[in-house]
């Protein structure tokens, strides 16, 4: 009888309110919460006293009595799973806990409702009965009365996790940490027009992340004095770099940066820090290798930007840090892969392919952690980071409860796997969230600083040793298909009208650089935000990756709009050839060259346009080229004006215009020609004949016989030139036609010309 008594008072503690209640105030052992936000040491030795403290908050309703803090030491763990299920768990079990260790209590008294208050208990090691090496669970206890509960019994309890280890381990698990300083987008496309071409920031909160206390400015702190290796975007590196010098902040009054020296602390302090760590480069701007796998893969140029961003990693980082990086790695998001996604990462020279064991699974063949490298065939290697510990400083890393049980149970962890199977030797890395939180940065610290400290079953190891371990032969090498991909990641990927938009923004860049005189100050902040625009930064934003594409190609079109054709509102032409004028103008700082000028005209029978002309404008000038032109007829035709690449591809809007062709033709000009001269002949031949008339007038006298005596032979004339005897004789040509009227006004009347 008092058994099953004993037993129903256990159930009654233990009951989980009904979800009907939920907003009943809690009961039994979850009555008051209490939260352990410290434990010091995390990996005791023999001679250590074991520290815990913590804050206590009753969450009932009514006044608790009679209470103090003790500490429990439970059972050891038998594998990591069972670390996982302890790590989920509420409330008290007896069994499991354990009971209160007697003589190490904290009396608290009183604690009324909605009252919090700090605790601390320490219980030296030998007090703890540990005996065995392994991970114990440790926890902290509230027990005594309450309105609801009159007999003393656990109010409220938490348990973390206390690693035990003797001795160190006979072989020691290899431990590799990445540490990545990545950070989102900053710079646009957009560059000032001066020499040293100031760029334009989207925002100034990189400075923020910059300055002491700022997310990097601690990222690099804590890593340069941890056994990790970086993992780095370049691009970060070349954007701070920009942030060294001369820069401009995008917004309406677009205000200069004033952020120069916190840059450069910066980067000195990372030169510092990477000179004893190794440097792994990830292609430049971190591209989303799973949204090109999926998404990207069909439309041309997309895998193309690979190549490129991967070279630009390795000049960016060897420029600014001085040192030569690893670009054999990359780093699909959340390690998640699939056949399309290895294929597409190992396109551009990376062989090594970080994935996550909740990707890359075993599915229980093993019973140990296996060696996170495993060949996939082509001469690849998968470097399956755990899942587990990748994951564990996840989550509000900034409230210290949280923190303190991350610390705790990546070490229980840790040492589990050394425990699973102590005469192999296991190679084991660690690829955390892209951009930890300060608060997550100082939490991962923390592990590593304890963990190393102990020394007593890890030790550390560089991702490209990593890659090179032996690999286990029974572990899965197995890449997963398309369809095992998580959905909820696929949600979040870059869509195909993302790729298309970049790849007609790179197609725009490709034809304005060829006309360009010093292409290289387009191509270099364009070529960079395309990289970005592909950015796993992108995940779940895709509001703000549909605007930065956007601003890209807007500024681009902005630019290439620059050089253009003035327009012209028509011209006239008044003979058979003219020249007609067409203005370029180029509003770029730099010069354009190579560009092809064509005129085409729509009535190519009425008015031939002329031959192309090959054209060079200067920066900031126009220029007008004259075409020689020949019209066939009159009438009007419309001439349409348009540049070209050298490439033959046309270059900006057209532009149309109208021409009248107004032309005089030869045959009219010889008939006007030849109607003048018989007005003149004309003239001349009547002026003739009136003059001889009048002189034999004159000759022949009153009697009209005013002839010489002798003809011209000498002989005696007998017939007068003014008509004869003979009647019958015909008219000489050279006789003057009679005057028989008044002066003809019709001007083409015939005369003969008289030498005189």
Excluded: C
């Excluded at 003393?152 to 072989?171: E, I, N």
């Amino acid at each position: 009888m008092t058994l099953l008594t004993g037993v129903l008072l256990l159930v009654g503690l233990l009951q989980v309110p009904h979800a009907s209640s939920a907003q009943a105030a809690p009961t039994g052992s979850r009555t008051v919460d209490v939260t352990i936000n410290s434990m010091s040491p995390s990996a005791p030795t023999k001679s250590d006293t074991v520290t815990v403290s913590g804050t206590l908050t009753n969450e009932g309703r009514s006044t608790i009595t009679d209470a103090h803090v003790g500490m429990h030491r439970g059972s050891t763990l038998g594998g990591r799973s069972s670390i996982e299920n302890a790590s989920r768990r509420t409330g008290y079990l007896p069994g499991t806990d354990g009971e209160e260790i007697k003589g190490h209590t904290e009396k608290i008294g009183k604690l009324e409702p909605g009252i919090s208050r700090p605790f601390s208990l320490s219980v030296p090691v030998k007090d703890l009965d540990l005996s065995d090496n392994g991970v114990y669970q440790l926890g902290v206890s509230l027990s005594g009365r309450s309105q609801a509960a009159p007999y003393g019994q656990v109010l409220g309890f938490d348990r973390t996790f206390l690693p035990w280890q003797t001795a160190g381990a006979g072989k020691k698990t290899q431990l590799t940490y990445m540490w990545p300083l990545i950070s989102p987008t900053h710079l646009t496309a957009e560059t000032d027009a001066d020499a040293q071409q100031t760029p334009v920031f989207r925002n100034d909160d990189l400075a923020a992340e910059l300055a002491p206390g700022g997310r990097l400015q601690q990222m690099v702190a804590l890593g340069k004095n941890l056994p990790v290796t970086f993992v780095i975007d370049p691009d970060l590196l070349a954007t701070v770099d920009a942030m060294t010098k001369s820069y401009r902040v995008n917004g309406p009054d677009g205000p200069m940066g004033k952020n120069q020296a916190v840059a450069k602390q910066w980067l000195h302090d990372l030169e510092e820090a990477v000179k004893t760590h190794e440097v792994v480069a990830l292609p430049f701007g971190d591209p989303d290798l799973a949204s090109l796998a999926h998404h990207g893969k069909g439309v041309p140029s997309a895998l193309g930007h690979l190549g490129p961003a991967t070279d630009l990693a390795d000049k960016t980082v060897d420029t600014i840090l001085g040192v030569k990086p690893r670009t054999d790695f990359a780093w699909p998001v959340d390690g998640a892969i699939d056949s399309s996604i290895v294929d597409v990462a190992t396109s551009a020279g990376a062989h090594n392919v970080i994935t996550r064991s909740d990707s890359l699974r075993d599915a229980g063949r093993l019973s140990y952690t296996p060696t996170a490298a495993r060949p996939i065939g082509g001469g690849n290697t998968a470097v399956v980071a755990d899942a587990q510990l990748s994951q564990a400083f996840e989550g509000d890393m900034s409230k210290a409860g949280n923190s303190t049980h991350a610390v705790q149970e990546f070490l229980a962890q840790t040492q589990m796997i050394s425990l699973e199977d102590p005469g192999r030797q296991r190679s084991i890395v660690v690829a955390p969230q892209r951009m930890p939180s300060v608060s997550q940065a100082h939490a991962m610290a923390t592990a590593l600083r304890n963990l190393d400290e102990s020394g007593s079953w890890t030790q550390s190891l560089r991702l490209g040793a990593a890659a090179k371990a032996k690999p286990d032969r029974a572990a899965t090498r197995h890449v997963p298909s398309g369809a095992a991909y998580p959905s909820s990641l696929r949600r979040q990927e870059l869509p195909v009208n993302a790729f298309r938009q970049i790849q007609g923004t790179q197609s725009a860049l490709d034809d304005f650089q060829v006309i360009l005189a010093h292409p290289e100050r387009v191509v270099t902040p364009f070529g960079n935000a395309i990289m970005r625009e592909m950015s796993t930064e992108w995940r779940g934003n895709a509001t703000g990756a549909r605007t930065f594409r956007h601003s890209v190609r807007s500024y681009l079109n902005g630019l290439t709009k620059k050089v253009h054709l003035i327009q012209k509102s028509g011209a006239t032409l008044s003979g058979r050839s003219a020249t007609i004028p067409v203005t370029v103008q180029n509003n770029l700082v730099q010069g354009v060259k190579d560009m092809m000028l064509k005129l085409t005209s729509s009535q190519p029978n009425r008015l031939d346009a002329g031959k192309s002309q090959q054209i060079t404008v200067d920066g900031g000038h126009s220029q007008s080229f004259k075409f020689d032109t020949t019209a066939n007829a009159n009438g009007r035709a419309w001439v349409t004006a348009q540049l070209y690449t050298a490439d033959g591809k046309p270059y900006g809007d057209r532009m149309t215009f109208q021409v009248n062709v107004t032309e005089i033709t030869a045959t009219v000009m010889l008939v006007i020609a030849g109607g003048v001269l018989l007005l003149v002949l004309a003239g001349v031949r009547i002026y003739l004949q009136r003059k001889r008339a009048a002189a034999r007038r004159s000759e022949d006298g009153p009697d009209g016989d005013g002839h010489d005596d002798d003809g011209p032979d000498g002989e005696t004339g007998t017939d007068g030139d003014n008509g004869g005897t003979d009647g019958d004789e015909p008219e000489q040509p050279s006789d003057p036609t009679p005057d028989t009227g008044s002066e003809s006004s019709d001007p083409s009347g015939s005369g003969e010309k008289v030498d005189r």
